[in-house]
């Protein structure tokens, strides 16, 4: 069994740092913008679970068209393959020079901030055209609310 989630934004012309805002795959502190990518992944996520399915993302794809200011992206949840319930999905990232630099120095606060367990990056992405931006994409246990079925 698996399940396709699909998602795309676009940034509206006259956004602030719309270059920024490209990569705002769930929503930015600035002004809210962003796509929702986690929330969409962790409801899907979530009804697996409730389904009595230990879920996880084994796949995600990201396609960033600079030019146009639309994001889309798909992901791919089946059982996991250990068996724990990945039900969390985060994502941390920054566009630009030294983007590789801040978007690293991101993940160890990330991971306090979320408490989450046995986290699995889904994907490490780096544009290829137009704007750099440099994001990365965890998957994560939180056993204690959530045990293996």
Known sequence: MSVIVKGEYVVPQG???MAD????FES???DGFGGK??????EALMKMYNQGINPEVTDLKVNVDSK?????WEAKLEPSKDG?????????????????????GQIDEMKRKVGGEDYKIVL???NPTGNYIRQFFYTYTKPKEFPKH
């Open 28 to 30: 930015r502190k600035l």
């Open 124 to 126: 490490d992405f780096k």
């Open 68 to 72: 146009n200011y639309k994001v889309t």
């Open 84 to 104: 724990k319930a990945y039900i969390g999905f985060v994502t941390r990232g920054s566009t630009g020079n030294d983007a590789d630099k801040r978007a690293l």
């Open 37 to 42: 990518m986690s929330t969409k992944i962790k």
């Open 15 to 17: 956004t602030p740092y």
């Open 21 to 24: 805002a490209l990569h705002s």
